[in-house]
């Protein structure tokens, strides 16, 4: 049985399917690098997405980051990202999901994060951003980060393309 996008998250429809593509990542601590990235977004006909993201390295192919959860919409325009990660991490991200004007074409989300949680043996986060923009079939997006005793900066950034 196939069910019908909840009304609640009918914003997010834009997001459904798989994405891949290509991305850019530094940081002040560490080396610039580019990664391969796959994204699924589904549902079951409750009010949030399943999320899931999985990369690896342009260079040889090796896995880099990853991570799971769920993208929700508890009130129209408010958007709350509650996603885990294999370093020890957790993070709830709140901000909105809208059309860049109304009735407009892209889709913008803006989120930072309210709460983040770590493990003993993960690396230091304070605090991170996201901004999404989709426009039909292409996604981009940027990561910014507090973390290993530095302030707000970018991370990350990638373009890509719904391939399902
Ligand atoms: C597309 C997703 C991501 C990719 C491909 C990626 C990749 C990388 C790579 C290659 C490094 C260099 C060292 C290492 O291999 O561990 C790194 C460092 C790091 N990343 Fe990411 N990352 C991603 C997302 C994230 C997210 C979502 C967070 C935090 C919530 C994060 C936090 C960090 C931290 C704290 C470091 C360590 C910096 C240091 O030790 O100096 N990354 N990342």
Request: glycine content about 8%.
């Amino acid at each position: 049985m196939t069910a019908e996008l909840h009304p609640d998250i009918a914003v997010l429809e834009p997001l459904l399917g798989t994405w891949s593509g290509t991305g850019t990542g530094e940081y002040p601590t560490i080396d610039t690098f580019g990664y391969d990235e796959t994204v699924t977004f589904a549902h079951v006909g409750k009010p949030f997405l399943a999320y899931a993201q999985r990369t690896s390295s342009t260079d040889d192919g090796r896995p880099l980051h990853a991570e799971t959860g769920y993208w929700r919409i508890p009130q129209p325009s408010l958007a709350e990202l509650i996603l885990a990660h294999p370093t020890g991490l957790t993070e709830v991200l709140e901000g909105f999901a809208a059309p860049n004007m109304p009735g407009g074409d892209t889709l913008i989300v803006d989120v930072r994060s309210s709460s983040i949680s770590r493990s003993a043996s993960a690396k230091e986060v304070v605090a991170s951003e996201r901004t999404f923009e989709i426009t039909g079939d292409t996604m981009r997006y940027t990561m910014r980060m507090a973390a290993v005793g530095q302030p707000l900066q970018h991370h990350l950034s990638a373009t890509l393309t719904r391939t399902a």
